[in-house]
């Protein structure tokens, strides 16, 4: 079945530094993908969609500039986590679009720690 | 805006034991609901899709049914075993690319 690959699995960086987040798609062509964050007692929620070869599309109350992401191939998109500060610390996870019967494929997911 | 909810947050059971896991939802305009297991390090892996329509799905020792009007939706696991530790997230969608999720059960089988 399609598989996305995600890493780094988990991170710790310095406040005020930047962090990027990879997701491959592996054996399919991944023209959609979303990213969702979880926050610890919280569900996870949907932070933007992107489609290769466009701009992401943020979800209220994500501040874009901080948060970019780019979906320049259709196996790759990437969420860089700018000037990243303690607040910002989170599970995030991407999801590829795949049609078939689920219809999406999730990574594993990203342990963010900022101290 | 959609809510779900799950419950209970955790829960521990013997090994062998039937269990049941509650979500509900708030817009029963959904187009359909999906059970999630999620494992430490390995994302998540969907374990049945319930579309509207529908009042239950069947896998194996899963079953998950759907009372959409009432927003309510159960995950019942059979038969209990240790390797069904893990965190069960429920999920509904609209006509859209987005899920809204539940908080997740935690569950624990202790052998």
């Known amino acids: 079945g399609a598989v996305v690959s995600q890493h780094p699995s988990r991170v710790i960086c310095k406040s005020g530094t930047s962090v990027k987040i990879e997701c491959r798609s592996l054996?399919?062509?991944?023209?959609?993908m979303f990213w969702y964050r979880q926050f610890p007692k919280q569900s996870l929620m949907l932070m933007a969609t992107?489609?290769?070869?466009?701009?992401?599309?943020?979800e209220q109350g994500v501040e874009k500039d901080k948060f970019l992401i780019n979906h320049a191939s259709l196996t790759l998109s990437t969420l860089t986590v700018t000037s990243a500060h303690p607040e910002d610390s989170s599970f995030y996870i991407c999801?590829?679009?795949?049609?078939?019967?689920?219809?999406?494929?999730f990574g594993s997911g990203t342990r963010l720690t900022v101290v | 805006k959609q809510e779900v909810t799950q419950i209970p947050a955790a829960l521990s059971v013997p090994e062998g034991e039937n269990l049941v896991l509650n979500c509900s939802f708030t817009?029963?305009?959904?187009?359909?609901l999906q059970w999630f297991r999620q494992d430490p390090g390995k994302g998540l892996t969907s374990l049945l899709l319930i579309q509207s329509s529908q009042r239950e799905q069947t896998s194996g020792r899963l079953n998950a049914s759907l009372d959409k009007s009432s927003g309510r939706s159960t995950l019942y696991i059979a038969a209990s075993q240790p390797g069904d530790s893990a965190t069960y997230l429920c999920a509904v969608k609209h006509t859209g690319n987005q899920f809204y999720f539940g908080t997740g059960t935690s569950l624990t089988v202790i052998p």
């Open positions: 999801s590829a679009l795949t049609g078939g019967y689920y219809g999406y494929t």
């Open positions: 054996d399919f062509q991944a023209t959609t």
């Open positions: 992107s489609n290769e070869g466009s701009k992401a599309t943020y």
């Open positions: 817009d029963s305009a959904i187009y359909n």
